[in-house]
């Protein structure tokens, strides 16, 4: 059994909010096996992100982090200023959302790009700059070299995506923490993105934490996806069994609603209610004012991921409302 | 697949707290403080014919440079005047001064920025070419150029700041006037037929007090400072009428002497007063970008 | 990309037209006559008179009287002074030196001490920074000739450490006579300035790209001296240069209260004794001072920062 490379275990998180603490991630329980890519998948704070930057501790001042976060089973929430610093530069690189914000405008793209070769890796300037070229190919970018000269708002928001993907490979990770790349970008480009991760990772056997608000996006590129509610992961399944075959009534009503061009609907289904924070969900199951299987016994007491079948599910009522059937177990086999 | 839902989203209540309330959350301690040290300032200036001090031109040459007593809280300057009498009564022209030039420039400003930005073309890039030509011209040049040409004295000093300080409240409206503009229930007003005077003075300007008020407070301050200024130059209010900026001129030659107690405190009311007023002025307008140019 | 600073060349050169022409009109916005005005109230004798009306071209229409100070200006012949009974250029130069130095200490302060102090109070945060935030909120509310009684105050008669008054002779006692004065004049700014830098730094340390640097394992040092200090100094740049444009118009007041023999004084000095030709000439010289500075900043504000169309590469 290879032990994963990433392991996230009772994880809990809280930002700090006007004063006080908010719980932003109730319970996350996840692991990414090496070359594993694994996509975490919620609406607007669920948690998604901080889940994916407690990998590099890199949470807002005054967060408080509980629960593990094994890395190669390294601890990384008990790593020393100096370890952190060798775990970001080397071992998981982050890429963000809007590549235009998390780039310094006064600095040329070469600069960008070199920086962290020169400075964590001590390679010689011309050395490094042979590299960015490189990179840049690999991700798609042509005429490398005149690029290494531009300054950021001379290329387009999807071209400095792939310079950010570049820079974040130029660290030669292990594990790639993609924080919604392709949210800002338009369907062309963020299918173009989407190619060239998958490309790169089949080449370079990355392992990748996909985060994403978009299920098909995340069953396109990701071999398993985690579903997150509130602060909590509720489903995690390998990727097209989720889409097909769907055991949350939250990932139920996610994969309902997105419309397609294959069936008619005279109405688009919607799940009723707005979704919560961690630090605003009700006792019980946090998901049980807007499920339409809610039950008494939902609101009293909270569900804890647990196997089902071949998937993890937190919900009280799954193996009630998914009865394992044996042609299922003989789909699951395939997988 | 989940059923279908379209029931109406229960919106809650919307409860807006007064504006007493907000004013207070805006301001914050420390702002409440600047606020109740400004009122203090204007009570004394309005209060000071009645106050119990003595009275401030009164040359008692028995009394010069009198430590602190009970007929003189203060103590007394050089010629035996009561000093806490001529602080008070300093008062009086050190914020009436600055609040004509506030209220004048704060007026006009408002006005040419308002009409700029609504009419906008030639007369928008006239107004802005003024405000700008206007705002390179610091204030106390422009008073002085004003006291060589017409002769020094409270007046002049005031309408020359008046003039002075117009492009500091008409840049910051302007720009806001600007983007209120843009949007969309300006349009939607003149849909309804109503006049751009009416809209401009019912909703684009109330929209702007925020930002208004708050600039109109620091021009309060730096108007007070350049005032003052000018009175320490002697080229201010006359002589003879006590002013904190005159009292600093003053009480200079008596700091050499070694009685530096006029100059100071007069000194420190100034300081007391511009600080308030910039305290204030900075709470109202919020996080303010101040080094980000408007146009 | 060249266009960009001809333009603005040209926004200047407008600028200065205009305000030489304000300054020119002052003259006839006078009760009375130009002549009486001119001659401060004084009777002068007929050659006088004739000598007056020929410099100021009074019998020409008012454009091209204009146009003839303009060019007497530029040329260098800035008029006659009745007050001082001497060449307006004269008295100018004789006096420059002073109010040059006094600027240019009070700058190397203001842009030294303020910026230092506001950038590590930005990155440290802690104490300094809370003494800060108290000290120069306080700063900034003080006038230069406040600042400048309690300095001669605590400095030249408590302890005899300053002289209170006069310019001195020679390089070394020039700047030790301007010492107190240039702290009076730089206390207000350089209070500003501080807490310009603090905040543009608070700001840039926000950042996401900051984040971005962190997030690949550089050290705090290296973050902040390659991403947070860099980009802040394009706002303290900008705000400092105009500080500095805005010292030309203190130095009117501070000159007096240290009784130093510069171009502030004498503009003072101008103004009581209505001398309107030295008032002219002088108010030209600091307004001609303080646009070109402006503009030099906004110039600089676009070499800076990359995105403003001026910068060829890196």
């Known amino acids: ?335 | ?295 | 990309m060249v266009r960009f600073p001809v333009t603005r060349l040209a926004g200047l050169v407008i600028t200065l037209l205009a305000a030489s022409f304000l300054i020119f009109s002052s003259l006839y916005l006078t009760p009375g006559d130009p002549i009486s005005t001119l001659s401060g109230g004084r009777t002068l004798p007929p050659e006088a008179v004739e000598a007056v009306r020929q410099q100021y071209h009074l019998d020409d229409p008012f454009l091209l009287r204009y146009l003839a100070w303009l060019g007497d200006v530029v040329r260098g012949d800035l008029g006659e002074s009745f007050a001082f009974n001497a060449a307006v250029s004269a008295l100018v130069s004789a006096r420059a030196g002073t109010t040059v130095m006094l600027v240019a200490m009070a700058s190397v302060l203001i842009v030294g001490v303020g910026i230092t102090l506001g950038v590590l109070g930005g990155i440290r945060g802690g104490l300094l920074d809370k003494g800060m935030l108290v000290t120069t909120v306080i700063g900034q509310a003080v006038p230069s000739f406040v600042a400048a009684m309690v300095l001669i105050w605590l400095f030249a008669v408590r302890w005899s450490w300053f002289p209170a008054i006069g310019s001195g002779e020679g390089f070394a006692d020039r700047l030790h006579h301007l010492t107190l004065p240039a702290m009076a004049l730089a206390l207000a700014y350089l209070a500003y300035v501080a807490r310009i830098s603090r905040a543009a730094t608070r700001d840039e340390l926000g950042r996401e790209h900051v984040e971005t640097a962190r997030a690949r394992g550089f050290s705090s040092s290296q973050v902040v001296r390659r991403h947070v200090v860099r980009n802040a100094m394009i706002p303290i740049v900008t705000v400092s240069g105009l500080t500095i444009a805005g010292l030309l118009a203190g130095t009117v007041v501070v000159e007096r209260a240290f009784n130093l023999d510069g171009l502030g004084s004498l503009l003072v000095e101008a103004v009581v004794r209505k001398d309107v030709a030295v008032v002219q000439a002088v108010s030209l010289i600091l307004v001609t001072a303080f646009v070109v500075v402006n503009t030099l900043v906004d110039l600089l504000y676009r070499v800076l920062d990359p995105r403003m169309g001026l910068a060829a590469g890196p």
């Not at chain 1, 509980?66 to 601890?75: A, C, P, T």
């Not at chain 1, 390679?123 to 990179?135: G, H, I, T, V």
């Not at chain 2, 983007?179 to 909703?203: D, K």
Request: hydrophobic fraction near 50%; include cysteine.
């Open chain 2, 1 to 295: 697949m989940s059923g279908v839902d379209l029931s109406p989203v229960e919106a809650g209540p919307i409860a807006k707290s007064p504006t007493w309330s907000r004013l207070r959350r805006r301001l914050g301690p420390l702002g409440l403080a600047a606020l109740a040290a400004i009122g203090g300032l204007w009570l004394v200036a309005l209060l000071a014919p009645v106050l119990p001090v003595a009275d401030p031109t009164d040359v008692d040459l028995t009394s010069t440079f009198a430590p602190p007593s009970a007929g003189h809280p203060l103590g007394a300057d050089s010629n035996g005047r009561d000093i806490l009498a001529r602080l008070v009564w300093g008062a009086r022209t050190a914020l009436l001064g600055p609040l004509v030039v506030t209220v004048v420039a704060t007026a006009v400003g408002v006005l040419l920025a308002v009409v700029a930005a609504w009419r906008g073309g030639w007369f928008d890039s006239v107004i802005s070419r003024v405000f700008d030509l206007l705002f390179g011209f610091p204030g106390i040049l422009l008073a002085l150029v004003v006291a060589a040409v017409v002769g020094a004295g409270f007046g002049a000093a005031v309408a020359a700041l008046s003039v002075a300080f117009i492009p500091y409240i008409g840049r910051v409206t302007r720009a806001g006037a600007l983007q209120q503009l843009r949007l969309p229930y300006v349009a939607a007003l003149r849909v309804l037929g109503q006049s751009p005077t009416a809209i401009c003075a019912r909703h684009l300007v109330p929209n702007l007090g925020a930002i208004i008020v708050a600039q109109a407070a620091l021009t309060f301050g730096y108007a007070l400072v350049d005032l003052a200024a000018l009175s320490y130059l002697g080229l201010g209010v006359d002589q003879a009428t006590p002013d904190w900026g005159g009292i600093v001129a003053a009480g200079q030659a008596d700091i050499l002497s070694g009685y530096p107690q006029q100059s100071l405190y007069a000194g420190a009311l100034i300081v007391l007063a511009v600080a308030a007023f910039s305290i204030v002025a900075e709470r109202l307008a919020g996080r303010a970008h101040a080094w980000r140019r408007l146009w």
């Open chain 1, 1 to 335: 059994m290879v032990s994963a490379l990433l392991e996230l275990e009772g994880l809990r998180v809280s930002v700090p909010y006007e004063g006080g603490l908010r719980r932003v991630v109730h319970r996350v329980d996840l692991s990414v096996a090496a070359g594993e890519s694994v996509g975490l998948v919620g609406e607007s704070g669920a948690g998604k992100s901080m889940t994916a930057r407690t990998v590099v501790r890199l949470l807002p001042p005054g967060a408080t982090v509980e629960g593990s976060v094994r890395f190669d089973g390294r601890e990384v929430l008990a790593m020393s200023p100096s370890e952190l610093r060798a775990h970001r530069a080397a071992d998981a690189a982050m890429i963000f959302q809007d590549p235009r914000a998390h780039t310094n405008p006064l600095r040329t793209v070469g600069d960008y790009l070199t920086e962290g070769m020169r400075l964590n890796q001590r390679l010689p300037k011309r050395a490094s700059q042979e590299r960015a070229c490189d990179l840049l190919g690999a991700v798609g970018v042509g005429s490398p070299r005149a690029r290494l000269s531009q300054y950021p708002h001379e290329l387009s928001s999807g071209l400095l995506q792939r310079v950010m993907i570049a820079a974040a490979l130029s660290a030669e990770p292990r594990l790639l923490l993609a924080d919604e790349p392709t949210t800002a970008l338009d369907v062309t480009t963020q299918a173009e993105v989407v190619a060239i991760l998958s490309d790169l990772r089949e080449r370079l056997g990355l392992a990748m934490l996909f985060i994403t608000h978009d299920l098909d996006l995340a069953a396109a590129i990701c071999d398993r996806t985690a579903v997150m509610y509130a602060g909590s992961i509720v489903e995690v399944q390998g990727s097209g069994e989720l889409h097909d075959h769907a055991r949350h009534p939250y990932t139920e009503g996610l994969v309902a609603a997105r419309p397609s061009v294959d069936t008619t609907l005279r109405r688009l289904p919607v799940i009723p209610g707005r979704p919560t924070a961690a630090f605003e969900a009700p006792p019980g199951c946090a998901f049980a004012p807007r499920c339409r299987h809610a039950l008494a016994h939902c609101t009293a007491e909270r569900p804890v991921l647990a196997p089902l079948g071949r998937a993890m599910v937190a919900c009280l009522r799954a193996a009630e409302l998914h009865p394992q059937q044996p042609a299922d177990d003989e789909e699951t086999d395939r997988g």
